[in-house]
C-alpha cells in the first residue's frame, strides 16, 4: 500500500490513542525540564516584536548564522518603532548576506504598519498576528504563544520530524494531506496549559537530539516509544515526495568605471535580490555565451570607447529553487554614459554602503580592500 513512499512498515497514524499522546507530551515536557540545555538569546523571550524578529531571521536560515544577525538587529532597532524609522539601504545592509531579501522587506513593511497603524503595539492574538505581510502559521503560532500563551502549536521541520519518527508517519510532510496531518498531531499533543514552553521543548529536541543527522537515540528521552527506532527506519522520516529541480541562471557583471565611480543600481524588479545593488548586469540564456553578451554591451554603452581591464573568474551562489553563476568584467570608459538613468556612478569608496547580493560579496572579498580590487 505504501511502495511509493518506500517505507517498509505500516502506518499507525490511525492506531495511536489518547494514552500514547499524554505519554509524548509528559515525556517531551520532563526532558525539557531535566535534560534540555540549549541556550539562545530569544529564548524565554516576551517581547512580541524580539520574538517575531527571531523567528523572521531564522526562517531559511540556521540559529548558528542567524544569531549575530539577530543581535545587529536588536542593536541598531531595539524597538518596533525603531526600525520603523530605519532607512531601508541602513536595514537591508545589516540584512546583508542572510540571503531570501523578500523577508527583509516584509519585516520593514509590517513594522511601519504596526508602528503607524497600531500606534506600535504588536498584535497579541493569533488571528490578527497572521494577517501581517510574511507571517505565516508556523510564525503566528510561535509568537502567539511565546509572548502570550496562546495555545497554537508550531509545526517547523524540527517538529514534522520528531512527530514522523515517534509515531512512525510515513505521510510526505511535503504534501497538502501531510501539512494537514501534522498540524492536527501537533494540536493534539500541545500542553493547553502550557504552549512557550511546550512548543520550545519540542523545536529543541528536533534540533539537539531527534535531528536529521546522526540523532541522538541511544540517548532519547522518548527511544522506549519510538515506533521509527522500534522499526529500523529513523533515517526514512520523514517522507518528502517532491524533489526540487534547481534551474541554472548566467550573470555577467560589467564593471564600468569613469573616473573615480563605477556604475551600479538598484534591483527593483519582482526577482532575486530585490532592493539589493549590482554592477551593470547582462544575463546570458545560456553558460557564458560571451560574444553575445559582449555585443549587448557595446549596443548599451553606444558610441563610448569602452577600455577592457581584466575578467574574473566565475562565482557560484546556490538559493533553494535555483544556482546563479557570475563572472565580472571591468571596464574603463573616458565620457560618462547618456542613456543609461536606472544607473548612478557613485564613488568608489561609497560601495561598501550599499547592501550587495552574496554573490557580489564572494567577488570583493577575493581581495583585501576595494582598493586593490579596483
Known amino acids: 500500500m505504501f511502495d511509493h513512499y518506500k517505507v517498509p512498515y505500516p502506518l499507525v497514524y490511525n492506531n495511536i490513542n489518547s494514552a500514547e499522546f499524554f505519554s509524548f507530551t509528559a515525556d517531551l515536557l520532563r526532558w525539557n525540564e531535566l535534560k534540555n540545555d540549549r541556550s539562545m538569546p530569544w529564548k524565554g523571550e516576551k517581547d512580541p516584536y524580539k520574538i517575531w524578529l527571531s523567528e523572521i ?13 539577530y543581535e545587529k538587529f536588536v542593536h541598531h532597532f531595539p524597538t518596533i518603532t525603531d526600525l520603523a524609522n530605519a532607512d531601508d539601504e541602513k536595514v537591508f545592509k545589516l540584512w546583508e548576506g542572510l540571503g531570501y531579501y523578500s523577508r527583509c522587506k516584509n519585516l520593514l513593511a509590517t513594522a511601519r504598519i504596526i508602528a503607524y497603524e497600531k500606534q506600535g503595539v504588536f498584535p497579541d492574538k493569533y488571528k490578527d498576528i497572521i494577517q501581517l505581510k510574511g507571517i505565516g502559521p508556523y510564525t503566528a503560532a510561535a509568537i502567539a504563544s511565546f509572548a502570550f500563551n496562546e495555545p497554537h502549536a508550531v509545526v517547523d521541520g524540527n517538529v ?5 519518527r515517534y509515531f512512525g508517519i510515513n505521510t ?11 498540524q492536527q498531531l501537533a494540536d493534539v499533543l500541545l500542553d493547553q496549559e502550557n504552549p512557550a514552553v511546550y512548543n520550545q521543548a519540542i523545536m529543541d529536541f528536533g534540533a539537539t537530539v531527534c535531528k536529521p543527522q546522526l540523532p541522538l537515540c541511544n540517548e532519547c528521552f522518548l527511544r522506549n516509544d519510538c515506533q521509527a527506532l522500534a522499526l529500523n527506519v529513523v533515517k526514512s522520516l520523514p517522507v518528502k515526495e517532491k524533489t526540487l529541480l534547481k534551474k541554472q541562471r548566467f550573470f555577467h557583471y560589467f564593471i564600468l568605471q569613469y573616473e573615480d565611480g563605477v556604475y551600479i543600481h538598484k534591483r527593483t524588479d519582482k526577482d532575486i535580490w530585490e532592493n539589493l545593488y549590482e554592477f551593470i548586469l547582462l544575463e546570458s540564456p545560456v553558460e557564458y ?35 546563479v553563476y557570475g563572472q565580472f568584467h571591468r571596464y574603463k570608459i573616458n565620457e560618462p554614459l547618456k542613456d543609461l538613468s536606472a544607473y548612478e556612478c557613485v564613488s568608489l ?23 586593490q580590487l579596483f
Open 57 to 69: 531571521i531564522l526562517q531559511q536560515t540556521r540559529v548558528e548564522q542567524g544569531l549575530s544577525y
Open 160 to 164: 514534522q520530524r520528531v512527530i514522523s
Open 172 to 182: 510526505p510532510i511535503d504534501t497538502t494531506e501531510g501539512k494537514k496531518m501534522y
Open 289 to 323: 555565451d560571451l560574444t553575445q553578451v559582449k555585443n549587448q554591451f557595446a549596443a548599451l554603452i553606444q558610441h563610448n570607447v569602452a577600455e577592457p581591464l581584466w575578467s574574473s573568474k566565475v562565482f557560484k551562489q546556490t538559493l533553494t529553487h535555483l544556482t
Open 349 to 371: 569608496d561609497r560601495l561598501t554602503v550599499y547592501p550587495w547580493p552574496k554573490l557580489i560579496q564572494q567577488f570583493f572579498q577575493e581581495k583585501a580592500t576595494l582598493a
